[in-house]
């Protein structure tokens, strides 16, 4: 049930771009970012509220594809400061109306100078 | 401005002790949420708190474990009694409003190792 990113792991040289992918299998209502460097806490990125819609983050950009489930998260020129794991988190709702957070599998991402 | 406050940062207990996670979200947020992070399990939410009542625990994992927060500055977790398979990171965040369309901001973490 778990949002499934890909890829894993993506290995970088400084300059470089990349793209991580985050899909759901079920309806997805939002999408939240977050980068966790290691030994920390993860911190928040970006959210995206409605399909099509498209959010950035300094050098960070991300989409968001209602229809397909799924969001994109672009990072352009890579900086040794983006090295970390990221999490894309999706919103799942309860029959009782209420809804529950739910983080993707998470990529590793190492930028090398 | 304080973030969110986690204690202690690091416990190491036996088995069969009870163990308790303390937190301290940002103040002025509404919504306070436990996740665990495993190697294995990811980023899981167990619990989280709307103006301090609790809205879904359909993630803590079994009876051992107990949330509470009896007031909008405090909260805590509680595991009684503790086993090896419960060491992990526990985070907890907060934000203002609904995670839907806000910012979680997350805590330091509780680094637990029961032996």
């Known amino acids: 049930q778990q949002p499934v990113q890909s890829p894993q792991a993506v290995i970088l040289r400084e300059g470089e771009d990349a793209v991580i992918n985050c899909s759901s299998s079920k309806a997805l209502y939002s999408v939240h970012w977050y980068r966790q460097k290691h030994g920390e806490a993860p911190v928040f990125l970006m959210i995206l509220l409605k399909g099509g819609e498209q959010m950035r983050h300094e050098k960070i950009s991300a989409s968001f594809n209602e229809k397909k489930q799924q969001s994109s998260l672009y990072l352009t020129a890579s900086q040794l400061s983006y090295s970390g794991t990221y999490f894309c988190g999706t919103e799942e709702r309860n029959t009782s109306g209420t809804y529950k957070y739910i983080f993707g599998t998470g990529t590793r991402l190492k930028v090398l100078a | 401005d304080a973030g969110v406050i986690q204690s202690p940062r690091h416990e190491v207990t036996e088995m069969g002790q009870e163990v308790t996670l303390r937190c301290k979200p940002i103040?002025?947020?509404?919504?306070l949420f436990w996740y665990r992070q495993t190697m294995m399990r990811g980023l899981e939410l167990l619990i989280y708190?709307?103006?301090?009542?609790?809205?879904?625990d359909s993630g803590m994992p079994e009876d051992r474990f107990s949330a509470k927060m009896p007031n909008a500055s405090f909260s805590t977790l509680k595991i009684q009694p503790s086993e090896p398979r419960d060491s992990a990171v526990y985070f907890c965040?907060?934000?203002?409003?609904?995670?839907?369309?806000?910012?979680?901001?997350f805590g330091d973490g509780t680094r637990l190792s029961i032996l």
């Open positions: 965040a907060s934000s203002r409003g609904g995670a839907r369309n806000r910012p979680q901001h």
């Open positions: 103040s002025g947020h509404d919504y």
């Open positions: 708190f709307n103006n301090n009542v609790p809205i879904d």
